[in-house]
């Protein structure tokens, strides 16, 4: 079992109402978090990006306040503090330039004696892109070839000097990119950064198949984990790939307790506290596209539909086709009579495991062992302490299960991975 650690910040899951909530951009927050996941031999240190300051209703979304810090800079200061777990950045495949970013995480990954990862995502709104000097974007049919040929030209950059330490110069010419010179970076002790991607449709699953190292995924239940785990490992076979060469890691949220009532116990109200009445009309109104202050949180959804060219909602991922969305949220909402917080509370939260530590033990290796995942990447609802009881009380037992690793087999984030380093392609 592979398991990684999210850094909780300005997603939905952090409850800052929590006394023992600390800083999200101070650095002693990330590294406790860091130092906790190593403690609990994690294969790496996961840290979310975000290029724009996100809108609701004409105001600054109020978890982005908050801070929203550069990935590559933070893992940097961590590799002096840590000396095993992997460093994952989050960094957009639309707006940076693959020389930049290349050189940026090769020297990451010397920095770290071979821990770095990127995990590519793209962006298609012109909203972001207002915040980049050309001010443009790119269509949904191009993000994804754009992003497999910067990853492709990253690795070619990668691959100009020789694992004997000789450079060479480089040229690519392709749809997106048209470079030449000399790559300033030795090959790092990878070879590659190791590459993580997270997307679900179809052109992202295809992206991840010929591409990724790892999947980062929502697909948190059993049922939808193992569908997704079986056609995506499919895909492998057409680029020349074994099943074993790409890992599927779901983002899934934990809730511990002394027993299995008192964890659901636990977990209810850190629902409620992670949505509260304010939250759940933010959240409605990303669906419907409308100011709805004026609904009571505690009463029924609304009886309007959603406004599908709405711009209320900008810089944010949305839910999906607002109509179809609405049409589930009401018949769940009819069939349980549950008002509109209790149905948001329903319909946002992430797949969590829920019970005490025996119980998640048990649940974490159950999915595995049904391939629906090789792994996790934990996001605590707490900063920066919301790792350690996991670590102090899950990981043993897995420990004692021998389905996951008392030390570390060697130095490189690819080892943990159990993931060959990369041939030369000079």
């Known amino acids: 079992m592979h398991l990684a650690a999210h850094f909780p910040g300005v997603n939905n899951t952090t409850v800052w109402a929590d006394p023992r909530a600390g800083s999200q951009i101070d650095f002693s927050s990330f590294e406790h978090l860091a130092r906790t996941a190593e403690r609990g031999r994690f294969d790496f240190f996961f840290l979310a990006e975000g290029l724009r300051l996100r809108e609701h209703n004409g105001r600054i979304h109020d978890l982005d306040v908050l801070g929203r810090p550069e990935s590559l800079t933070v893992l940097a200061a961590l590799a002096a503090v840590t000396d095993r777990l992997g460093l994952a950045a989050t960094v957009n495949a639309t707006f940076n330039e693959p020389y930049e970013l290349a050189r940026r995480l090769a020297t990451l990954d010397h920095l770290s004696e071979g821990r770095a990862a990127w995990n590519v995502v793209t ?14 974007y790119l269509d949904r049919a191009d993000r994804y070839t754009r992003a497999a040929e910067f990853v492709a030209t990253a690795r070619e950059l990668w691959d100009t000097w020789t694992p004997d330490g000789t450079p060479r110069p480089f040229a690519h010419r392709g749809q997106h990119f048209a470079i030449e010179g000399e790559f300033t970076v030795p090959r790092s002790p990878q070879g590659h950064p190791v590459v993580i991607q997270a997307g679900d449709s179809p052109d992202g699953r295809e992206f991840a198949a010929s591409t990724a190292d790892i999947v980062f995924t929502r697909h948190g239940t059993l049922e939808s ?55 759940a009309l933010l959240a409605l109104e990303q669906v419907w596209g409308r100011d709805l202050s004026a609904y009571d949180p505690d009463g029924p959804l609304p009886d309007i539909d959603p406004d599908p060219g709405s711009s209320l909602v900008q810089g944010r991922v949305g839910h999906g086709d607002p109509l179809a969305v609405a049409a589930r949220w009401r018949a769940l909402s009819e069939e349980k009579g549950l008002s509109i917080r209790q149905t948001v509370i329903e319909t946002t939260g992430r797949q969590s495991f829920i019970g005490s530590p025996r119980t998640v033990a048990e649940q974490l290796t159950a999915f595995v062992v049904a391939d629906a995942a090789d792994g996790f990447i934990l996001v605590p609802h707490l900063t920066p302490g919301g790792l350690d009881d996991f670590v102090d009380r899950v990981v043993p037992l897995l420990q004692e299960r021998g389905v996951f690793r008392s030390e570390y087999g060697g130095p490189t ?3 943990h991975l159990g993931l060959a380093e990369p041939v030369w392609k000079g």
Do not use: H
């Open 225 to 279: 984990g193992r569908a997704f785990y079986a056609d995506v490992k499919a895909r492998l076979a057409k680029y020349g790939r074994e099943p074993d060469e790409l890992k599927i890691m779901p983002g899934v949220t934990f809730v511990l307790g002394d027993s299995d009532a008192e964890a659901q116990e636990r977990a209810a109200g850190i629902r409620r506290r992670q949505v509260s009445p304010q939250n």
């Open 123 to 136: 962006s298609f709104d012109a909203f972001t892109g207002e915040n980049f000097r050309r001010g443009g």
């Open 413 to 415: 984030l690819r080892s």
